[in-house]
Antibody, heavy 118, light 109 residues
Framework: QVQLVESGGGLVKPGGSLRLSCAASGFTFSDYWMTWIRQAPGKGLEWVSYISSRDSTIYYADSMKGRFTISRDNAKNSLSLQMNNLRAEDTGVYYC???????????WGQGTMVTVSS | EIVLTQSPATLSLSPGERATLSCRASQSISNNLAWYQQKPGQAPRLLIYADSNRATGIPARFSGSGSGTDFTLTISSLEPEDFAVYYCQHRSSWPRTWTFGQGTKVEIK
């Protein structure tokens, strides 16, 4: 079945780094744009980053620019998010999601928790 | 930057009642609004895309409507499993960003 599975979350100190991964299965990964979305504890959804299907176009939310790097490996059906210089406000559940042709997110992973705390 | 404002913040209804959720954009948008449902401890699920199209497997009691700046998600008759938080979402062309509303919680009265 169509599935996204995130991994790599954990506890990290402010200023530290973490790399999240998302493994895709059940669909042709290279046909779809992908994104990361996060949710702070008890809060709403916040878009983080976008990558096009062939890796040629990338966008970030303003607060992540210069600190986060999105990438994908179509041969391995894998999406990644490298997060550097982490802040307490980066704490939350990070979801990878598949984009559809109507600019919506039609498949979501279960999420991975990132906690930034000293 | 487009801002999406959802109302009400909380909607208290009984099973079988009709739910009407609003999403208002700070400027006109079209064909680019989606709705999601999120239950506690779960990932969001796509309900509606392109303003009014139901996603795969979504029951017919869910419908989306609207245009310009005012959009509505209607649940015609609430089932017990529909009590959840609902988010609207829009993709802006420039700058290329995806924005969510702050959410509406539909709770059991």
């Amino acid at each position: 079945q169509v599935q996204l599975v995130e991994s790599g979350g954990g506890l990290v100190k402010p200023g530290g780094s973490l790399r999240l991964s998302c493994a895709a299965s059940g669909f042709t990964f290279s046909d779809y744009w992908m994104t990361w979305i996060r949710q702070a504890p008890g809060k709403g959804l916040e878009w983080v980053s976008y990558i096009s299907s062939r890796d040629s176009t990338i966008y970030y939310a303003d607060s992540m620019k210069g600190r986060f790097t999105i990438s994908r490996d179509n041969a391995k059906n894998s999406l990644s998010l490298q997060m550097n210089n982490l802040r307490a406000e980066d704490t939350g559940v990070y979801y990878c999601a598949r984009g559809n042709w109507n600019h919506a997110f039609d498949i979501w992973g279960q999420g991975t928790m990132v906690t930034v705390s000293s | 930057e487009i801002v999406l404002t959802q109302s009400p913040a909380t909607l208290s209804l009984s099973p079988g009642e009709r739910a009407t959720l609003s999403c208002r954009a700070s400027q006109s948008i079209s064909n680019n609004l989606a709705w999601y449902q999120q239950k506690p401890g779960q990932a969001p699920r796509l309900l509606i895309y392109a303003d009014s199209n139901r996603a795969t497997g979504i029951p017919a009691r869910f419908s989306g409507s609207g245009s310009g700046t005012d959009f509505t998600l209607t649940i015609s008759s609430l089932e017990p499993e529909d009590f959840a938080v609902y988010y609207c979402q829009h993709r802006s062309s420039w700058p290329r960003t995806w924005t969510f509303g702050q959410g509406t919680k539909v709770e059991i009265k």
